[in-house]
Every structure is written in structure tokens, then in C-alpha cells.
């Protein structure tokens, strides 16, 4: 097997007494489009968290194309090459669509403080060469034409992706995309089910996905784990996820061997 571009090691996050996740491995490989689901509470978020850096595991160690990350800071940790959106959309919402995706482009283009106050010519080529590539990014997910509009007056779906994008820009190994379809209608699930195909096949990008929608995530995802009060219950396809009696007694209760 070669190296994955994510691998995370006997994961444990405690708060207190409250053990939240519990000795969690998984790993994703290049390019690949991996899936995370469990019940409300199972751990989901947390375990993300303790994977880019928002907080450090109790125990186990996360490696990002072979190289430890455990214990960096979630600022390094992008740096390095992963990127996630929220539950929640967290857009700059009086900014518009340009300048949030510009924001995200800040640490691949340097300017030093002397061209910067000066506007030396460097400073407008740079400036030039970000604006062509969050345009380029804006084009390719239909999102050029509202380049200029406040990202906060945008539709609830169109908002999505913005946020989706902004963290593309970033330029990431791995994306992590927390519940993206929340809230969205079938057609803008459906948009987002594009968005993702996009973001794996033709950026070459890993996809890590929390998502509720099991229709969504039996579409799209290569591999699935499910994860049950803090523990990891399986992993496999999304046919072998499905035929799991573990899995459709943590989803549904009562007899793991009943007829569904």
C-alpha cells in the first residue's frame, strides 16, 4: 500500500471524564473520496477537530503525507495542505464572493511590507495573479457571475459553495467538508453532489465528508467509516456499509438480525 495522504493513529479525544472519541484509526489515499457518518453524537465533529488541528488528541497522532502533525496549530496545519468548511457557513458576509475566495490565497502569494505601502510593480502583478486564479476557481463552479456580489445576500446553496471554494483556494492535499449538504434543497444537493466529483476528479484533491445523507454518500463516497459513540463500528464500500447489521442496528435499533 503506498503512503496515504491522510492517516490518523489510535485517535482518543477526553474532555474530563467524557471520553468523545475513542481509539480511532482511518486513512485516506490520494485523491480519494472518503465518507464519515455515524448517529448524532457519535463523535463525528470532534474527530475532525483532533484531524486539522482545532484541537489536540488525548492520545494517537495524525500523519499528512507521511509527515506527523499531531499537536500543530490549525493555521499549520492549512499551511501544510488541509482545508475544511463547517456546520455552519462561516463566510466573510459583508465581503464579496472575489474577496472571500481571495482571502484564502494570501499564503501563495508573498509581498513584502516595503512593495506592499509603496505599490511597487510587484505588488499590481501579484495582486493580478490572485485575482486570475479565485476568478478561474469562481468559473469553474459557476460562480464567476456573482464575483461581485456581498457573499452574505447570496442564496443558502450558492453560499455552500462559495465555502466549498474558498477552501480550494487554499490549494489543499485533503478537504474536509463538515455537513455540507445541511439545509440544502434536493437540486442543490445535487449541484454539491457535482461540486465534490469535481473537487476529487479534476483537482486532484482527497475528500474527507461528514454528511446526514446517506443517498448523497452512497453516491459519491469510495470508502465509508461509521463511527458510534466514539468508537469505530466499520469501515468498507458503501454495499458492504449497507449490508452491515452493526451498522443498520446503530441507525435504526432493536435486532441487528432483523429483516430490514
Given at each position: 500500500?503506498?503512503?496515504?495522504?491522510?492517516?490518523?493513529?489510535?485517535?482518543?479525544?477526553?474532555?474530563?471524564?467524557?471520553?468523545?472519541?475513542?481509539?480511532?484509526?482511518?486513512?485516506?489515499?490520494?485523491?480519494?473520496?472518503?465518507?464519515?457518518?455515524?448517529?448524532?453524537?457519535?463523535?463525528?465533529?470532534?474527530?475532525?477537530?483532533?484531524?486539522?488541528?482545532?484541537?489536540?488528541?488525548?492520545?494517537?497522532?495524525?500523519?499528512?503525507?507521511?509527515?506527523?502533525?499531531?499537536?500543530?496549530?490549525?493555521?499549520a496545519v492549512a499551511q501544510m495542505g488541509i482545508s475544511r468548511t463547517f456546520q455552519n457557513i462561516r463566510l466573510f458576509s459583508d465581503m464579496t464572493v472575489l474577496e472571500n475566495v481571495l482571502t484564502a490565497l494570501t499564503n501563495h502569494y508573498k509581498e513584502s511590507f516595503?512593495?506592499?505601502?509603496?505599490?511597487?510593480?510587484?505588488?499590481?502583478?501579484?495582486?493580478?495573479?490572485?485575482?486570475?486564479?479565485?476568478?478561474?476557481?469562481?468559473?469553474?463552479?459557476?460562480?464567476?457571475?456573482?464575483?461581485?456580489?456581498?457573499?452574505?445576500?447570496?442564496?443558502?446553496?450558492?453560499?455552500?459553495?462559495?465555502?466549498?471554494?474558498?477552501?480550494?483556494?487554499?490549494?489543499?492535499?485533503?478537504?474536509?467538508?463538515?455537513?455540507?449538504?445541511?439545509?440544502?434543497?434536493?437540486?442543490?444537493?445535487?449541484?454539491?453532489?457535482?461540486?465534490?466529483?469535481?473537487?476529487?476528479?479534476?483537482?486532484?484533491?482527497?475528500?474527507?465528508?461528514?454528511?446526514?445523507?446517506?443517498?448523497?454518500?452512497?453516491?459519491?463516497?469510495?470508502?465509508?467509516?461509521?463511527?458510534?459513540?466514539?468508537?469505530?463500528?466499520?469501515?468498507?464500500?458503501?454495499?458492504?456499509?449497507?449490508?452491515?447489521?452493526?451498522?443498520?442496528?446503530?441507525?435504526?435499533?432493536?435486532?441487528?438480525?432483523?429483516?430490514?
Amino acid at each position: 500500500m503506498t503512503t496515504p495522504i491522510l492517516e490518523a493513529k489510535e485517535l482518543t479525544q477526553k474532555f474530563g471524564g467524557l471520553t468523545a472519541v475513542d481509539n480511532v484509526s482511518l486513512h485516506v489515499g490520494v485523491d480519494e473520496l472518503v465518507a464519515l457518518i455515524g448517529p448524532n453524537g457519535a463523535g463525528k465533529t470532534t474527530l475532525f477537530n483532533m484531524l486539522t488541528g482545532v484541537n489536540a488528541p488525548t492520545e494517537g497522532d495524525v500523519y499528512l503525507a507521511g509527515e506527523k502533525i499531531t499537536g500543530k496549530k490549525a493555521y499549520a496545519v492549512a499551511q501544510m495542505g488541509i482545508s475544511r468548511t463547517f456546520q455552519n457557513i462561516r463566510l466573510f458576509s459583508d465581503m464579496t464572493v472575489l474577496e472571500n475566495v481571495l482571502t484564502a490565497l494570501t499564503n501563495h502569494y508573498k509581498e513584502s511590507f516595503v512593495s506592499s505601502v509603496l505599490r511597487l510593480p510587484s505588488y499590481y502583478k501579484t495582486e493580478a495573479a490572485m485575482k486570475e486564479e479565485a476568478m478561474k476557481l469562481l468559473n469553474d463552479f459557476g460562480l464567476a457571475s456573482v464575483a461581485e456580489n456581498r457573499a452574505g445576500n447570496l442564496p443558502y446553496g450558492a453560499q455552500r459553495r462559495v465555502e466549498i471554494v474558498r477552501a480550494l483556494a487554499t490549494r489543499p492535499k485533503v478537504i474536509f467538508l463538515d455537513e455540507p449538504a445541511a439545509g440544502m434543497n434536493p437540486e442543490e444537493t445535487a449541484d454539491l453532489t457535482r461540486l465534490i466529483k469535481k473537487i476529487q476528479s479534476e483537482y486532484h484533491t482527497a475528500v474527507l465528508l461528514i454528511e446526514h445523507d446517506m443517498s448523497l454518500v452512497m453516491n459519491i463516497a469510495e470508502r465509508i467509516y461509521v463511527l458510534d459513540h466514539g468508537h469505530l463500528l466499520a469501515e468498507g464500500t458503501p454495499k458492504e456499509i449497507q449490508d452491515n447489521p452493526e451498522v443498520i442496528k446503530a441507525y435504526l435499533g432493536g435486532d441487528a438480525d432483523a429483516d430490514a
